[in-house]
């Protein structure tokens, strides 16, 4: 396969600078003061209960059936405020219920005038068991569709007690210098995808439906990780709205969420095709491009604002990719025994 020493090459030194980059590089400044106020509105039915002091929480909830929690509204804001929302958070004995939400959580809620916005990234912390003093961060974007918003602490259907202190929500900007290096960082990860797929694409003679399906995976891919994550989660929220509308039960049957399986999807489509399109190259050499693609994607995410490069992601990508060409290649072989 031509040029796979450059590519691993160029591969590596933009892994080392990104991280260098990440780790040497403040990415906020604070431009204006703390939000919160300390007026928390309270909802503890029963025997459940919230005590408030200076810059502290604790909630104490006994009735799963109901939870406890205390909120506090936060100011209109402008649509693409940035906010650092702080906290250190402790639980005792937390019992989560029924749901994968029913737990002690931190978070920061987006309303849209008429309904929350659960679709958006909102969690702050979130807990189970028993915890001891954690600190968390986390930075929270006002969107577009966004009219309200409020700070939540609760034990959401589940029993245990939470504590929470020294909150903090501030808006920040991004730095000139991480701007500057944000910026050159994504421009350089997409000139090594172009890298990647232009010498794919000359590596052998091969008709036009054969490039046109490379070229749409690797879009589809940079595309799909490239979306910041109020967007990402929106798409994605309107997808399965309209799964549950064609048929509820596809949603429940789904192996995995929506987003892991759009990425096994287009990675399988992916593998599929690099292995249709160079059917010279050695089957580690095609696995190693996919490897790349898979880890520069997830990294690539480290400067894209909601986004959280996962390593469990890229394995489901490879895993997707290497079945793809796994599959191309049995079927060659296949062919060329049965002509034989």
């Known amino acids: 396969m031509p040029l796979l020493k450059t590519h691993i090459v160029v591969f590596v030194v933009l892994t080392i600078v990104t991280f260098a980059s990440l780790m040497g590089i403040d990415r906020y400044q604070q431009i204006g003061p703390d939000i919160l106020t300390g007026q928390w509105d309270i909802w503890a039915p029963g025997k459940n209960r919230v005590d408030v002091s200076e810059n502290e929480l604790a909630l104490f909830s006994v009735n799963p059936a109901t939870g406890v929690s205390a909120h506090q509204a936060l100011p209109a804001m402008e649509p693409g405020t940035v906010l ?165 039960v596809i949603n429940k049957v789904m192996p995995w969420e929506l987003s892991k399986l759009w990425h096994a999807c287009a990675f399988l489509l992916l593998g599929s095709a690099l292995a249709l399109m160079i059917k010279k190259a050695p089957v580690p050499q095609v696995m190693t491009t996919v490897l790349m693609m898979a880890a520069g994607t997830e990294i690539m995410q480290l400067f894209i604002d909601g986004r959280t490069p996962l390593v469990s992601d890229v394995f489901i990508d490879a895993a997707g990719g290497f079945v793809g060409i796994y599959f191309i290649r049995h079927l060659q072989r296949k062919q060329s025994t049965e002509h034989s």
């Open 84 to 248: 650092l929302f702080s906290a250190e958070v402790k639980s005792d004995h937390v019992v989560r219920g029924k749901k994968p939400w029913n737990l002690a959580r931190v978070v920061l809620v987006q309303n849209d005038g008429q309904k929350d916005l659960w679709n958006l990234p909102l969690i702050l912390a979130a807990l189970t068991g028993t915890q001891k003093w954690t600190p968390y961060q986390n930075f929270f974007y006002m969107t577009p569709q966004t009219r309200t918003a409020r700070v939540m602490a609760e034990l959401h259907q589940s029993t245990g007690s939470l504590q929470v202190r020294n909150m903090q929500l501030y808006p920040v900007h991004e730095t000139e210098i991480y701007w500057w290096a944000k910026n050159i960082l994504l421009f350089s990860w997409a000139g090594f995808f172009l890298l990647i797929v232009g010498s794919c694409l000359v590596a052998e003679k091969r008709s036009m439906m054969f490039r046109a399906v490379v070229t749409a995976a690797f879009i589809s891919i940079v595309i799909g990780t490239s979306l910041p994550g109020y967007l990402k989660t929106s798409v994605i929220y309107a997808v399965e709205a309209q799964i549950d509308d064609i048929s509820p």
